[in-house]
């Protein structure tokens, strides 16, 4: 079968194809398609916008062109009832058995896509059927999809003639099927072709994982059927409408009972013996002798009783219909991320900003039961499930874009990676609030910190590995007279209000409250118990219903909505409205901001049901959508973005959960099992990009994304509200649940519990510790090419933070902790030391395998997954090593338990830098990885390589030297832009899409050492070996500041020292690192905070990097060791001396030059050194971390004086 990663690879390539790609990334898509269509993936043709069909190959086949006038006109040459009828007879035939009638009628009328149909001829390999079946629905010009599916149903065939050795009927597929696809790649053709050669085609590495026939179909199958989904032709086709049994006879009967009626001399018992004319009870006339009762006559069997009919149009739960719908919401929302099904993503081919306009007015909102799977009717008991594609698992479908895989290891191919197992369903502990829960929200980073809202206004921060409440504000109006008179008015006679929602901001530095009063609170977060007031605000007139945070123009903002039937936007940092939108007619009850790709927008709901959407331009609302029940509604999207859910109870009690097909404005999927009479609103949560949560009836309930049937329910052991408040934590470990008794329950899976054992029990030197939050921390890259998510805390403000292992064995990260205070005598300060490895026994390292001619190791990488490591050595080779994942490995990932595989392609060939006419030793190395992990850029003193990571070939090169480039980072928002700083001090901000320098920064004087975006301050941070730091604008690229470090001293510093920058996962302080010291600063003003200057004994620093939490600092020095800082205070907590991982050798001088952190596992780093090894560094399993904390007590002023007087050896 084929590997889920390769499946992967070619999908994300293939898709990625669009207006907002990079040159690059078209060369890698255009090489990777060449190479990779032998993985049998669907995806190995793309259209996309720039790339037409060419016109020989147009002219070849049927040029029909579907465009949306074309698709208006198709469906409205018969009339709605007239279409309505095909239904109607497709029911009457499915009913009576003539199935080849039944699919002949779909196909010539293309009405209805039988998806069911479809799978059983696909799995047969009726392929000549197969193509007829679709030409009623699509031709292979149509669009990328329909080319894309008929692409893959020949190349199986092909593929299956080859596997049964029968050459004459592949060259006869090849010729006739596959040829006309040549003019679009002939690359591509030539590559299909050479397979004929193979004796087995299995020898192509890239078919080497290719099964047998049946597996082979089925995984085509999956990514056919989310083609199809996609592919806007058949829209409005896949769904059967929902009918009643015989509905076709049951009109029949009606229709002859209304003739009965009017018989001048009705008989009791007419004798109906055709349809072809009318019924009369006449003697003249042949349809109108006696007979058997109607009532036993086989055709009309269940007549009605002789009453008033309703007309025609008036049956069945469909209004006739409409013809296709304008283009929808999602018409100019763009694609969504292509995670979930990344071969057929959503959306329009050829989207660009200027059809912002073509929006959804007033689409109507389908029957709950609407769903239906072939001719399923209402009366049926039967209610398939909708069957989830297979051969990719979850792990890898929900894998964000730059963590995409790139086949580094083979993965699980079961249908499902989760189960019931997997929800937190365990009552693990009861938090007591005093007042009545309204609102909770854990912290987006640190896991087990729960913010909550009550009804009397109070505001509580719990720490539930302590069961501590960390911090508490009472409901109190900051600047009183600063208010509106009726503010005042309110407040004098009731100094009261009640939380309405509580928000943590997406980096968890801020948190937002909404009141039931006029006002909104904005918190600054500093770790801790650390809570600042930031703003108070007077948003609404009446209650403030909900809060939201959005990044409308990449400024942080605050939308909120309110009783005065109005949304409002507000800078999160000065509090000035930006925009205000009106529209609604009732109060507004939710919002819900959201973008797709670089469209940004926010869907509001009110208590009247309507739910509208906003683009931040003041126009109005864009759509106009009515809840299901014309409920007060809440609406979330799952974790990756692309699944839209809502949930609400109307003012009849009646609740309705349902998933929305964003490109219809439709119910896409009604889930069932909400109570009839709920009492208050539901609320609802999701996680996992898998389950819904909602309280209802006293109790959690639990669906699958992907089945409207309940999964699970809990009571929590009793003591719930009747529809109680609940929250998921990030991870979806831990369910926060309020109570009938003003208390929270908190939930847990297994892994909730290990981790709140693991936090109860942790302790430094004390049995009584506080917990921190888990931290699950987002992918980093190398100096300068950070492009990790904000992190909870501030460098210099939070409590210090360490990484630990659970006790499952998973590597979590936890920070660290305040002591409690105790009447314990013992002096925690005195009893503190400093932690030094001395002994291979004392940590886990390994040291990669390599065959390869060793050269010193200049730059080193983790992947974005973190499976594979790369290197680049001093002769401009690199080397990559994978993981593969395996029952020592489960999760695949990098490890100094296991050794890697020393990777290369087939070929042989190796990823070598051109080195122009200069000695490789003399440059200055430098690359950058690609956030998919599917390219590298890379320079070694001559031109810029752009290296496919799959086959190691050279896409392309350009920006020869002089000047050499000397350090390479990716622009955070905008793959297309790329700062590459040179030897000649200059960083030229280079355009690779139109393939031009788009302007040159100037302002160091020697060359260019580091580089680092951040995207929340929108500034570029460079650094030179001239030891200065500058500040450039990412807008205009005008210099902001600069900033010359502080050389300690007497240290003197080398002439052309490197100095590196790193931002901290906040994207405001960074770390310097020059060989003499490490200094952390304050962006954009590069206000030094914090200095750590090593003892002289160790020798110069070599590099250091942040971990992946950005919670410690990994430096090495020259004299082979290695030191763990606590980043919040530059602390030294850990020496690892090189005895304890390179082996014994006193005329060899080793030591490492570069390091690189994991992004995935906070305690693990990597190592490259002089004599070209790599080395994999972790602690003990039994300790999990490096080294424990110096008491807050102990630590002083960091100075630098301070700090060197700390890193003394111990004595």
Same mark, same amino acid.
Request: proline letters at 6%; hydrophobic letters at 35%; aromatic letters at 8%.
């Given at each position: 079968?084929?590997?889920?990663?390769?499946?992967?690879?070619?999908?994300?390539?293939?898709?990625?194809?669009?207006?907002?790609?990079?040159?690059?990334?078209?060369?890698?898509?255009?090489?990777?398609?060449?190479?990779?269509?032998?993985?049998?993936?669907?995806?190995?043709?793309?259209?996309?916008?720039?790339?037409?069909?060419?016109?020989?190959?147009?002219?070849?086949?049927?040029?029909?062109?579907?465009?949306?006038?074309?698709?208006?006109?198709?469906?409205?040459?018969?009339?709605?009832?007239?279409?309505?009828?095909?239904?109607?007879?497709?029911?009457?035939?499915?009913?009576?058995?003539?199935?080849?009638?039944?699919?002949?009628?779909?196909?010539?009328?293309?009405?209805?896509?039988?998806?069911?149909?479809?799978?059983?001829?696909?799995?047969?390999?009726?392929?000549?059927?197969?193509?007829?079946?679709?030409?009623?629905?699509?031709?292979?010009?149509?669009?990328?999809?329909?080319?894309?599916?008929?692409?893959?149903?020949?190349?199986?065939?092909?593929?299956?003639?080859?596997?049964?050795?029968?050459?004459?009927?592949?060259?006869?597929?090849?010729?006739?099927?596959?040829?006309?696809?040549?003019?679009?790649?002939?690359?591509?053709?030539?590559?299909?072709?050479?397979?004929?050669?193979?004796?087995?085609?299995?020898?192509?590495?890239?078919?080497?994982?290719?099964?047998?026939?049946?597996?082979?179909?089925?995984?085509?199958?999956?990514?056919?059927?989310?083609?199809?989904?996609?592919?806007?032709?058949?829209?409005?086709?896949?769904?059967?409408?929902?009918?009643?049994?015989?509905?076709?006879?049951?009109?029949?009967?009606?229709?002859?009972?209304?003739?009965?009626?009017?018989?001048?001399?009705?008989?009791?018992?007419?004798?109906?013996?055709?349809?072809?004319?009318?019924?009369?009870?006449?003697?003249?006339?042949?349809?109108?002798?006696?007979?058997?009762?109607?009532? #036993?006559?086989?055709?009309?069997?269940?007549?009605?009783?002789?009453?008033?009919?309703?007309?025609?149009?008036?049956?069945?739960?469909?209004?006739?219909?409409?013809?296709?719908?304008?283009?929808?919401?999602?018409?100019?929302?763009?694609?969504?991320?292509?995670?979930?099904?990344?071969?057929?993503?959503?959306?329009?081919?050829?989207?660009?900003?200027?059809?912002?306009?073509?929006?959804?007015?007033?689409?109507?909102?389908?029957?709950?039961?609407?769903?239906?799977?072939?001719?399923?009717?209402?009366?049926?008991?039967?209610?398939?499930?909708?069957?989830?594609?297979?051969?990719?698992?979850?792990?890898?479908?929900?894998?964000?874009?730059?963590?995409?895989?790139?086949?580094?290891?083979?993965?699980?191919?079961?249908?499902?990676?989760?189960?019931?197992?997997?929800?937190?369903?365990?009552?693990?502990?009861?938090?007591?609030?005093?007042?009545?829960?309204?609102?909770?929200?854990?912290?987006?980073?640190?896991?087990?910190?729960?913010?909550?809202? @009550?009804?009397?206004?109070?505001?509580?921060?719990?720490?539930?590995?302590?069961?501590?409440?960390?911090?508490?504000?009472?409901?109190?109006?900051?600047?009183?007279?600063?208010?509106?008179?009726?503010?005042?008015?309110?407040?004098?006679?009731?100094?009261?209000?009640?939380?309405?929602?509580?928000?943590?901001?997406?980096?968890?530095?801020?948190?937002?409250?909404?009141?039931?009063?006029?006002?909104?609170?904005?918190?600054?977060?500093?770790?801790?118990?650390?809570?600042?007031?930031?703003?108070?605000?007077?948003?609404?007139?009446?209650?403030?219903?909900?809060?939201?945070?959005?990044?409308?123009?990449?400024?942080?903002?605050?939308?909120?909505?309110?009783?005065?039937?109005?949304?409002?936007?507000?800078?999160?940092?000065?509090?000035?409205?930006?925009?205000?939108?009106?529209?609604?007619?009732?109060?507004?009850?939710?919002?819900?901001?959201?973008?797709?790709?670089?469209?940004?927008?926010?869907?509001?709901?009110?208590?009247?049901?309507?739910?509208?959407?906003?683009?931040?331009?003041?126009?109005?609302?864009?759509?106009?959508?009515?809840?299901?029940?014309?409920?007060? @509604?809440?609406?979330?999207?799952?974790?990756?973005?692309?699944?839209?859910?809502?949930?609400?109870?109307?003012?009849?009690?009646?609740?309705?959960?349902?998933?929305?097909?964003?490109?219809?404005?439709?119910?896409?999927?009604?889930?069932?099992?909400?109570?009839?009479?709920?009492?208050?609103?539901?609320?609802?949560?999701?996680?996992?990009?898998?389950?819904?949560?909602?309280?209802?009836?006293?109790?959690?309930?639990?669906?699958?994304?992907?089945?409207?049937?309940?999964?699970?329910?809990?009571?929590?052991? $009793?003591?719930?509200?009747?529809?109680?408040?609940?929250?998921?934590?990030?991870?979806?470990?831990?369910?926060?649940?309020?109570?009938?008794?003003?208390?929270?329950?908190?939930?847990?899976?297994?892994?909730?519990?290990?981790?709140?054992? #693991?936090?109860?029990?942790?302790?430094?030197?004390?049995?009584?510790?506080?917990?921190?939050?888990?931290?699950?921390?987002?992918?980093?890259?190398?100096?300068?090419?950070?492009?990790?998510?904000?992190?909870?805390?501030?460098?210099?403000?939070?409590?210090?933070?360490?990484?630990?292992?659970?006790?499952? $064995?998973?590597?979590?990260?936890?920070?660290?902790?305040?002591?409690?205070?105790?009447?314990?005598?013992?002096?925690?300060?005195?009893?503190?030391?400093?932690?030094?490895?001395?002994?291979?026994?004392?940590?886990?390292?390994?040291?990669?395998?390599?065959?390869?001619?060793?050269?010193?190791?200049?730059?080193?990488?983790?992947?974005?997954?973190?499976?594979?490591?790369?290197?680049?050595?001093?002769?401009?080779?690199?080397?990559?090593?994978?993981?593969?994942?395996?029952?020592?490995?489960?999760?695949?990932?990098? #490890?100094?338990?296991?050794?890697?595989?020393?990777?290369?392609?087939?070929?042989?060939?190796?990823?070598?830098?051109?080195?122009?006419?200069?000695?490789?030793?003399?440059?200055?190395?430098?690359?950058?990885?690609?956030?998919?992990?599917?390219?590298?850029?890379?320079?070694?003193?001559?031109?810029?390589?752009?290296?496919?990571?799959?086959?190691?070939?050279?896409?392309?090169?350009?920006?020869?030297?002089?000047?050499?480039?000397?350090?390479?980072?990716?622009?955070?928002?905008?793959?297309?832009?790329?700062?590459?700083?040179?030897?000649?001090?200059?960083?030229?901000?280079?355009?690779?899409?139109?393939?031009?320098?788009?302007?040159?920064?100037?302002?160091?004087?020697?060359?260019?050492?580091?580089?680092?975006?951040?995207?929340?301050?929108?500034?570029?941070?460079?650094?030179?070996?001239?030891?200065?730091?500058?500040?450039?604008?990412?807008?205009?690229?005008?210099?902001?500041?600069?900033?010359?470090?502080?050389?300690?001293?007497?240290?003197?510093?080398?002439?052309?020292?490197?100095?590196?920058?790193?931002?901290?996962?906040?994207?405001?302080?960074?770390?310097?690192?020059?060989?003499?010291?490490?200094?952390?600063?304050?962006?954009?003003?590069?206000?030094?905070?914090?200095?750590?200057?090593?003892?002289?004994?160790?020798?110069?620093?070599?590099?250091?990097?942040?971990?992946?939490?950005?919670?410690?600092?990994?430096?090495?020095?020259?004299?082979?060791?290695?030191?763990?800082? @606590?980043?919040?205070?530059?602390?030294?907590?850990?020496?690892?001396?090189?005895?304890?991982?390179?082996?014994?050798?006193?005329?060899?001088?080793?030591?490492?030059?570069?390091?690189?952190?994991?992004?995935?596992?906070?305690?693990?780093?990597?190592?490259?050194?002089?004599?070209?090894?790599?080395?994999?560094?972790?602690?003990?399993?039994?300790?999990?971390?490096?080294?424990?904390?110096?008491?807050?007590?102990?630590?002083?002023?960091? #100075?630098?004086?301070?700090?060197?007087?700390?890193?003394?050896?111990?004595?």
């Amino acid at each position: 079968m084929y590997t889920t990663s390769n499946y992967f690879v070619c999908s994300y390539f293939c898709l990625s194809l669009s207006s907002s790609q990079s040159v690059e990334e078209q060369e890698v898509e255009r090489e990777t398609t060449n190479t990779l269509l032998l993985l049998c993936v669907p995806l190995s043709l793309s259209l996309s916008p720039e790339r037409k069909v060419p016109k020989p190959y147009r002219s070849g086949l049927n040029t029909h062109k579907a465009s949306d006038k074309d698709l208006l006109i198709s469906s409205c040459q018969m009339s709605s009832l007239s279409r309505e009828l095909v239904f109607l007879i497709l029911q009457f035939l499915d009913e009576e058995k003539f199935k080849d009638a039944v699919h002949k009628l779909e196909q010539e009328s293309g009405f209805y896509f039988n998806m069911r149909h479809f799978e059983e001829m696909v799995t047969n390999g009726e392929w000549d059927e197969v193509e007829k079946y679709l030409s009623g629905f699509t031709k292979v010009d149509d669009n990328r999809y329909s080319m894309k599916i008929f692409f893959e149903i020949r190349k199986q065939k092909y593929l299956e003639a080859l596997d049964k050795k029968d050459r004459a009927k592949a060259v006869d597929i090849l010729v006739k099927d596959l040829k006309v696809f040549s003019a679009f790649n002939e690359d591509l053709f030539k590559e299909i072709t050479q397979l004929l050669t193979l004796e087995n085609f299995r020898d192509n590495e890239q078919l080497s994982k290719y099964g047998d026939t049946k597996s082979a179909r089925g995984v085509m199958l999956a990514e056919l059927k989310k083609l199809i989904e996609a592919n806007p032709l058949f829209r409005d086709k896949l769904n059967f409408p929902t009918l009643r049994n015989s509905r076709l006879r049951t009109l029949i009967n009606q229709s002859l009972n209304w003739q009965h009626q009017l018989c001048k001399n009705p008989k009791p018992n007419p004798d109906i013996k055709t349809l072809f004319i009318d019924h009369s009870c006449g003697q003249s006339q042949p349809n109108g002798a006696r007979a058997p009762s109607p009532v #036993t006559n086989a055709l009309m069997g269940g007549l009605p009783k002789p009453a008033g009919f309703p007309p025609l149009g008036a049956h069945g739960p469909f209004q006739p219909a409409q013809g296709p719908l304008p283009t929808s919401l999602t018409g100019w929302m763009s694609n969504p991320a292509p995670v979930a099904h990344a071969s057929a993503s959503a959306g329009p081919i050829g989207f660009n900003s200027s059809n912002n306009a073509a929006l959804l007015k007033r689409p109507r909102t389908p029957p709950s039961n609407s769903a239906a799977i072939d001719y399923q009717t209402a009366d049926s008991e039967h209610v398939l499930k909708r069957s989830r594609p297979f051969g990719l698992s979850d792990d890898v479908n929900n894998l964000p874009v730059n963590i995409l895989p790139v086949g580094y290891t083979s993965q699980n191919h079961g249908q499902s990676s989760f189960s019931t197992d997997d929800l937190p369903k365990a009552v693990v502990m009861t938090l007591s609030q005093g007042s009545a829960v309204k609102s909770m929200d854990f912290h987006p980073l640190q896991q087990i910190l729960l913010l909550v809202g @009550t009804a009397t206004g109070d505001v509580i921060l719990w720490e539930l590995g302590t069961r501590e409440k960390l911090a508490q504000r009472n409901f109190k109006v900051w600047e009183l007279k600063s208010c509106s008179m009726p503010l005042q008015a309110s407040l004098a006679n009731d100094y009261t209000a009640s939380v309405n929602r509580v928000i943590w901001s997406p980096d968890g530095t801020l948190f937002g409250v909404a009141y039931s009063k006029h006002i909104i609170h904005l918190y600054a977060y500093h770790g801790g118990d650390n809570l600042q007031d930031k703003l108070e605000i007077e948003a609404h007139v009446g209650s403030v219903n909900d809060i939201a945070f959005c990044f409308p123009n990449k400024q942080l903002c605050i939308v909120t909505c309110g009783e005065d039937r109005l949304i409002k936007v507000w800078d999160a940092n000065t509090g000035a409205k930006q925009y205000a939108f009106e529209g609604h007619e009732a109060a507004v009850y939710s919002v819900c901001p959201h973008y797709k790709e670089n469209i940004q927008f926010i869907f509001s709901t009110a208590t009247d049901g309507k739910i509208k959407a906003w683009l931040y331009d003041n126009v109005g609302s864009r759509v106009d959508y009515d809840a299901p029940g014309h409920s007060s @509604t809440a609406l979330a999207y799952s974790a990756d973005g692309t699944r839209l859910f809502s949930c609400g109870t109307n003012k009849e009690g009646d609740s309705y959960i349902v998933e929305w097909n964003e490109s219809e404005g439709a119910v896409k999927r009604t889930y069932i099992g909400l109570g009839k009479r709920s009492v208050g609103v539901v609320q609802f949560d999701t996680t996992k990009n898998r389950f819904l949560a909602a309280g209802d009836e006293n109790m959690v309930k639990f669906w699958d994304m992907d089945s409207v049937n309940l999964l699970t329910t809990t009571d929590a052991e $009793g003591g719930l509200q009747a529809s109680p408040c609940v929250r998921f934590n990030k991870e979806g470990i831990l369910l926060a649940v309020s109570t009938n008794d003003n208390g929270i329950k908190i939930l847990a899976n297994t892994d909730g519990i290990r981790l709140l054992r #693991t936090v109860e029990s942790r302790s430094f030197d004390s049995p009584k510790i506080g917990a921190g939050a888990m931290v699950k921390p987002p992918s980093m890259g190398t100096f300068g090419a950070s492009n990790a998510t904000v992190a909870a805390n501030l460098v210099d403000r939070v409590a210090p933070m360490a990484s630990m292992v659970a006790l499952n $064995g998973d590597n979590r990260n936890l920070p660290d902790v305040k002591p409690r205070i105790t009447d314990e005598s013992i002096d925690k300060s005195r009893a503190w030391k400093l932690i030094e490895i001395n002994e291979p026994s004392q940590c886990r390292s390994l040291r990669l395998p390599d065959n390869i001619s060793a050269m010193r190791v200049s730059r080193l990488i983790y992947t974005n997954s973190g499976v594979a490591i790369l290197a680049l050595a001093a002769n401009a080779v690199h080397k990559l090593w994978k993981w593969q994942r395996n029952e020592r490995n489960t999760s695949g990932k990098a #490890t100094a338990s296991i050794a890697p595989q020393l990777w290369q392609p087939t070929s042989g060939i190796l990823m070598t830098n051109d080195i122009s006419d200069r000695n490789p030793e003399d440059a200055v190395p430098c690359f950058a990885l690609s956030k998919n992990d599917s390219y590298v850029m890379s320079a070694s003193g001559g031109k810029i390589s752009l290296f496919n990571m799959m086959t190691f070939k050279t896409m392309t090169t350009f920006m020869p030297p002089p000047p050499a480039a000397s350090f390479l980072a990716f622009h955070p928002q905008d793959n297309n832009i790329i700062a590459i700083g040179m030897e000649d001090s200059s960083i030229q901000i280079y355009n690779v899409r139109v393939d031009e320098v788009k302007t040159k920064l100037k302002g160091h004087h020697k060359r260019i050492t580091g580089l680092a975006f951040s995207n929340v301050l929108n500034v570029l941070i460079s650094s030179g070996a001239d030891s200065q730091l500058c500040v450039w604008s990412t807008d205009g690229w005008e210099k902001q500041t600069s900033r010359q470090l502080q050389i300690p001293a007497g240290r003197a510093a080398a002439p052309l020292a490197d100095t590196r920058v790193q931002f901290h996962q906040d994207q405001t302080h960074l770390i310097a690192v020059h060989e003499t010291q490490i200094a952390i600063y304050e962006a954009p003003k590069l206000e030094c905070l914090k200095q750590w200057v090593p003892r002289e004994a160790s020798g110069p620093i070599t590099h250091a990097t942040y971990s992946c939490d950005s919670q410690s600092i990994y430096v090495s020095f020259e004299d082979g060791s290695v030191g763990v800082l @606590t980043a919040t205070s530059l602390r030294l907590r850990c020496r690892i001396n090189p005895a304890s991982y390179l082996p014994a050798n006193p005329s060899l001088r080793v030591y490492p030059l570069v390091i690189a952190a994991h992004p995935s596992e906070p305690t693990q780093f990597a190592l490259g050194l002089t004599d070209g090894g790599v080395y994999i560094l972790e602690p003990l399993e039994s300790e999990g971390k490096w080294g424990t904390l110096p008491p807050e007590n102990n630590a002083g002023p960091s #100075t630098a004086s301070v700090a060197a007087n700390l890193d003394q050896p111990q004595r």
